[in-house]
């Protein structure tokens, strides 16, 4: 990759927020710990499969059902009131999930080498504004998008289109940064440069395009830029 970008776009969940900050409130619900990362996985093949339909899904409302779902599977003798009141528990833990440790040095790095940092979720922005909004790093944020405001989530091209609209930067000049292959995949499609955020050792797909950069941390990013 030639030349630093004009803004990053920060993928925010599992990218930015550790889902197993949130591992207790499975347990509290009657779930186990790791089952977060089901629950996860469920939510984004339900929403990508809403938006290959044409339908503009809710984040929260999938979430919330995948959640009611799995903890009547483990406990199928509970009340409805009991299965929507431990589905709660859930999406409000998920919504109170904290950044990865990397994360809010890692925004403020980026912020101080003249990169516009922005948000850019499948989920609601008031998410990605309360994981950052108590931090240093919200003073280096540029602005919080949603996917949803675009009609269909990630890696929907018109996800990204709709964010490189509203920064005002060409495809070119924009970095799309996650965890996530597919994500990153999406962004390589419509011209954007990418990021691997492989915090855990792993291997990128070989069935998609290579990213551009490939760090263990934001922090890292920041220091290649």
Avoid: C
């Avoid at 405001?149 to 609209?165: E, F, I, N, T, V």
């Avoid at 924009?174 to 291997?203: C, K």
Wanted: zero cysteines.
């Amino acid at each position: 990759m030639t030349g630093r970008p004009v803004a990053a776009f920060l993928d925010v969940n599992d990218t930015l927020s550790d889902l197993g900050s949130v591992g207790g409130a499975f347990v509290d619900a009657g779930l186990r710990a790791e089952d977060v990362r089901a629950w996860y996985l469920s939510v984004l093949r339900d929403g990508f499969a809403a938006t290959v339909l044409g339908d503009n899904a809710s984040y929260a409302a999938i979430g919330t059902d995948v959640a009611r779902s799995m903890v009547r599977a483990a406990h199928p003798d509970r009340s409805d009131a009991d299965l929507d009141a431990a589905a709660q528990s859930i999406m409000t833990a998920m919504v109170a999930a904290q950044p990865h440790p990397d994360v809010v040095p890692g925004i403020v790095a980026l912020n101080e080498v003249g990169v516009r940092v922005i948000t850019l979720s499948n989920g609601s922005t008031d998410v990605a504004r309360r994981l950052l909004g108590d931090t240093p790093a919200a003073a280096a944020m540029d602005s919080y998008l949603s996917a949803n405001d675009a009609g269909g989530w990630k890696p929907s091209p018109a996800a990204y289109r709709h964010g490189l609209r509203l920064a005002g930067v060409a495809g070119v000049e924009a970095l799309m940064v996650a965890v996530h292959p597919w994500d990153l995949e999406g962004a390589r499609r419509v011209g954007m440069r990418t990021a691997w955020i492989n915090r855990t050792g792993a291997t990128y797909p070989a069935h998609f395009g290579a990213p551009d950069i490939e760090v263990t941390s934001l922090v890292d990013l920041a220091d290649r830029l």
